[in-house]
């Protein structure tokens, strides 16, 4: 039981940081230019199938999420100047069918270009087996993905929190008009953020994709997830959406792994196995209207 | 925006449209063409959902990105109510209408609490938790859905016939929109704008803001259950994929390409998108490319939405 609970843990952990790779570019360009961006998944799942592509063509998963990653934030910028400039100023409602529309010609493109079915992409072979951590075994390619996000957020935090750029970005994030008037450029700035989330998006796409299918609507799913980690986290902080992906990362894979057996443990087998896997799919989506509930600004409000 | 006041030309117009669509399942039956009475029925009942959106929305001032939820819980009801043996829709819509209500006054109550974005990502949560509690409710068919034993009967009259649905789904969206403008009309219609307009002003005078948005909020529940019990009629079937966010999100859609605000404005974006959908799927299996592509036209182009192209609101 307990290696169940520790294996779940770091299973955990693992989504976790991968939510937070998504999140940490929403937030920032809600929290900023105050901009709903519903088309993040689509750059997820675009990011995803140019890895998958680009490692196929490379026969080499690194190079292939290089390319991948570098042709996300290409697109990234092209959307950035092309589009959302024009969405800034427009409200939410603007901005939600925009973006919508954007996922709609999304996975229709990628279901062109790549067809219905699923990409498989496979992890560096000499990843692919299990390590021997204590007494358990561990996919060592899950390993690494930790060890990757934790690095990702680490560098995120000395960006934002020591360095000069990241200071503009937190005062753009808790006003933007003053930081406009003390001279800082925030619409490039804003660009340059948007360009990175693009990129951070594809780097989880092309991270979890040998884990979960490479496939049309991959985004969506993940999309609502991410809406959750910052909703939770507070709309335009990092630290919120850091702590918020650990939460619902962690939340989430604990509770479908173990809910169900706790179930079964205190209630009829009948009624556990009915509600087991419902209560464990709406935990998170539970977690965040309490949170709300009590802390309408999220747990970190970026604006004070 | 401004207050909603009725163009002179409104009502001339609506009795027009509403002879024409008593005439329209004639007229196609003579064409030989009955298959396009069911896809006009599916307009109608995507037009009621629309103007219950329309009234949270565009009156109401809410962006609320769950209303699929009330769409489904509706649809999900009608159908339990028939297993339980109840096939009389004068029994079962209310039934519907009541039970998505309720819903939606329930969630109105907390996600009123917050405002903005997080009222947006709010109410998306909570049809989420619906939609997967749907899915794995394994007595209610789970994934599948849950499949209707044939249509119901109304007023003794049975709905099997396309026609017959046709009809009732006219009436009921005639009823509704009647109901729609005279509330907006009405003391609660302005008040209910108001507040979308000024909210602390609103506040400072004395009105319960919150309890005037969550009627409205409920409101629009119940007529989205009453939409979503007719399209368990139409397609014989309360799937869970009716309560997909994209759902929620094509329902807004609608709205905004009709006009947010305006009476006639989910009619008009239920009619305008379905039909583009109906002809692009003939033109290019891509068509979501195109659609896609229309709706930043739309966006870009004309923000107030087709409704506003004609119609003036600014009173």
Known sequence: MTQLILEQALNGLQFGLMLFLLAAGLTLVFGIMDCINLAHGSLYMVGAYFVAAATQAADSFWIGLGVGVAGAAVLGLVLELALFRQLYKRDHLSQVLATFALILIANETVRAIWGPAALMLNPPEALAGPVEIGNFFYPAYRLLIIAFGIAIAGLLYLLVAKSRVGMWVRAGAANRE???????????????VFVFGAALCALAGGLLGPLLAVQVGMG???????????????????????????????????????????????????AASTLGPALASILIYLLMAGILFFKPQGLFPARA | ?????????????????????????????AFGQEFYIGFATRVLIFALAASSLNLVLGFGGMVSLGHAAFLGAGAYAAAICQQAGINEALLVFPAAMGIAGLFALVVG?????????????????????????????RSWGGDDGLPLNGRMTLAGFSLADDAALFYAAAGLLALAMLFFGRLAEARFGRTLQAIRENETRMEALGYPVFRYRLVAFALGGAVAGLAGALLANLTGLASPNLLQWTQSGTLLVMVIIGGVGYLYGGVVGAAVLLLLEESLVGVTEH?????????????????????????????
Request: aromatic fraction near 10%; charge should be positive.
């Open chain 1, 220 to 270: 969506e799913s993940v999309l609502i997830l991410a809406f959750v980690v910052i909703i939770i986290g507070g709309i335009g902080s990092i630290r919120g959406a850091l702590v918020g992906s650990l939460i619902v990362g962690t939340v989430d894979t604990l509770g479908r792994a173990l809910l169900p057996t706790l179930l079964r443990a205190t209630l009829p087998a009948d």
């Open chain 2, 287 to 315: 068509w979501h490319i195109i659609l896609g592509l229309l709706l930043l036209a739309v966006v870009l182009f004309a923000p107030k939405g087709v409704a506003a192209l004609f119609g003036k609101r600014h009173g």
């Open chain 2, 1 to 29: 925006m401004a207050f909603y006041r009725p163009a002179s030309w409104q009502k001339p117009l609506s009795l027009l449209l509403l002879c024409a669509a008593l005439a329209l399942p004639s007229v196609l039956a």
């Open chain 2, 109 to 137: 109550a907390i996600s009123l609490r917050t405002r903005g974005v997080y009222f947006i990502m709010i109410t998306l949560a909570f049809a989420q938790m619906a939609y997967y509690l749907f899915i794995s409710a």
């Open chain 1, 178 to 192: 003053m930081t406009e008037a003390l001279g800082i450029n925030v619409r490039g700035l804003f660009t340059a």
